[in-house]
Structure formats: structure tokens, C-alpha cells
């Protein structure tokens, strides 16, 4: 039962590798243009990272033009039956777990190794919702911006003002997944505030101003 599965996932994206160059592999990139939801990007400046006496690879070498494309369902499909509709070999299709991670692979985002390739490059029904994803920062990030922005406040900030802040600017998740980190580092660097501020109020009456 498991290989079964194995063979034939079942899922709402997947991910096809397409070479142009091939009659039906073409076929299948004008069908998946024409009649699907699909994210796509043609592969020009791709090369081999190293040598491979098995297939004649050259580290260096540039690699057959091709293209990725992602395809999403509203619901969840069979990997077998999709290659049915697109009459085409199933090992020419692969199950994606995650959207996000496939769409910065299409980019080469997280693989400084490889050949980069711009937004402006994607094509299909799909871009806008791969621009939201690729243009999100992760949770590291956002609380370490933060984080940063407390160390840096230089005024008093009232805590309902701080929530909306982190509202306005698209932290909230960040920091409700944070939530006691965050809150100490607030009043950490707050009351370092208001002891500057008392200092300051100190000094300014023993001087009578």
C-alpha cells in the first residue's frame, strides 16, 4: 500500500521539468499555459556543478534549455491522473509539499551555487500569489526588525501603540509566535527609557529648571 502511494501521490501542486527542445514536452508546456493555474520559468543559464563520467557532464558546461513549471489545484489530485490528462509519462511530474519553497527553487533563491533568475522571468496565473510569498520575510528576520526597532525607539511608546505598530507593519504573527520575547525586550528597552527619563527629571530639578 505504501508504494502505491510512492508511485502515485495524491496532492494540490505539483511540479513538472519540461524541455522544449522535445515535441511532446512542448505540447504539455502549451496545453499547461493555456488551460491550468500554473507558475513557470524557462531555465536558460543553468549549468552542471560537476563532472559526470555516467552521463558526459562538464562541471561548467550549460545545461538543455528547459522549463519548471508548477501547477496548483483547488483540490487534492492524483499524480497519475493528472499525467492522464496531460498524456504524459507520470515521471515527468513530481508532488511539491510546499508552494513557497518551489517557487524561490524556480529562482534559485536559497542556492547562491546556482545560476539566479528574476521575478520579471516567471510566467503563468500564479505570479501574483509567488510575488506575496517570495517577497515575505521570514520570522527571523521580521523579529530581529522587531527587536531592532525597540532598541532604537528613542521615546516613550505606549504598549496599545506598539500592537499597532507591529499591525500596521505586518509583524503581529511574528509576534504572537514571539510573544514572551518580545514583550520582555519591550520592557527592557522602555524602562531603560523611562530611567533615562526620571535621570533627566532628577537632573532638572536639583539645576530649578
Known amino acids: 500500500m505504501s508504494a502505491k502511494k510512492t508511485r502515485n501521490p495524491r496532492g494540490r501542486v505539483f511540479c513538472l521539468v519540461l524541455y522544449p527542445e522535445n515535441e511532446e514536452h512542448q505540447r504539455v508546456i502549451d496545453l499547461l499555459k493555456r488551460s491550468y493555474n500554473i507558475?513557470?520559468?524557462?531555465?536558460?543559464?543553468?549549468?552542471?556543478?560537476?563532472?559526470?563520467?555516467?552521463?558526459g557532464a562538464v562541471k561548467g558546461e550549460r545545461k538543455k534549455l528547459h522549463h519548471h513549471i508548477i501547477v496548483k489545484f483547488e483540490n487534492a489530485r492524483y499524480l497519475v491522473a493528472l499525467s492522464n490528462e496531460l498524456d504524459c509519462e507520470p515521471n515527468l511530474i513530481q508532488k511539491v509539499d510546499s508552494f513557497e519553497g518551489m517557487a524561490k527553487y524556480l529562482l534559485h533563491t536559497d542556492y547562491p551555487q546556482k545560476a539566479r533568475y528574476q521575478k520579471c522571468e516567471l510566467y503563468g496565473l500564479l505570479i501574483d500569489e509567488a510575488i506575496k510569498v517570495l517577497d515575505k520575510k521570514s520570522a527571523d528576520v521580521q523579529l530581529c526588525e522587531i527587536i531592532e526597532f525597540l532598541q532604537k525607539s528613542r521615546y516613550l511608546l505606549p504598549?496599545?501603540?506598539?500592537?499597532?505598530?507591529?499591525?500596521?507593519?505586518?509583524?503581529?504573527?511574528?509576534?504572537?509566535?514571539?510573544?514572551?520575547?518580545?514583550?520582555?525586550?519591550?520592557?527592557?528597552?522602555?524602562?531603560?527609557?523611562?530611567?533615562?527619563?526620571?535621570?533627566?527629571?532628577?537632573?532638572?530639578?536639583?539645576?530649578?529648571?
Open 39 to 55: 507558475l513557470g520559468i524557462c531555465h536558460d543559464r543553468d549549468t552542471y556543478e560537476e563532472d559526470n563520467e555516467e552521463t
Open 159 to 209: 504598549f496599545p501603540a506598539f500592537i499597532t505598530w507591529l499591525c500596521t507593519n505586518g509583524y503581529y504573527s511574528t509576534y504572537r509566535a514571539n510573544y514572551s520575547a518580545i514583550k520582555d525586550c519591550y520592557y527592557y528597552y522602555q524602562g531603560r527609557y523611562l530611567e533615562k527619563e526620571a535621570r533627566e527629571n532628577d537632573l532638572r530639578k536639583f539645576r530649578g529648571d
